[in-house]
């Protein structure tokens, strides 16, 4: 089994900056390509940004692209999302995922096969 735990959610001015991590562990994790994807208050979960595990390509959405990046720390089994420029639209619970049978559909949800819990994101204007 493989757990997902997020952490680094809090409460940011509009224009500032928050990094979020996701800690993986269990014996079987060996993601292919790993998400963070985000909901808020009311709407469906979406797509944020991806990467590739082994080779660290990467890929985004466009509303997040140039202000978010998306990293990862395999010696950690760790990934990252250093969100900068934040906007009060990007306040949501976000959520990491990890996908080990990668189809080639990253955005989405039914891709990934583990989620974490999720944390909250709140920008204020």
């Known amino acids: 089994q493989v757990r997902l735990v997020e952490s680094g959610g809090g409460l940011v001015q509009a224009g500032g900056s928050l990094r979020l991590s996701c800690a993986a562990s269990g014996r079987t994790f060996s993601p292919y390509i790993m998400g963070w994807f985000r909901q808020a208050p009311g709407k469906e979960r979406e797509f944020v940004a991806a990467?590739?595990?082994?080779?660290?390509?990467?890929y985004y959405a466009d509303s997040v692209k140039g202000r978010f990046t998306i990293s990862r720390d395999n010696a950690k089994n760790t990934m990252y999302l250093q969100m900068n420029s934040l906007k009060p639209e990007d306040t949501a619970v976000y959520y990491c995922a990890a996908d080990q049978n990668y189809s080639g559909n990253y955005v989405l949800i039914s891709e990934y096969d583990y989620w974490g819990q999720g944390t909250q994101v709140t920008v204020s204007s």
């Open positions: 990467i590739k595990w082994s080779t660290g390509s990467t």
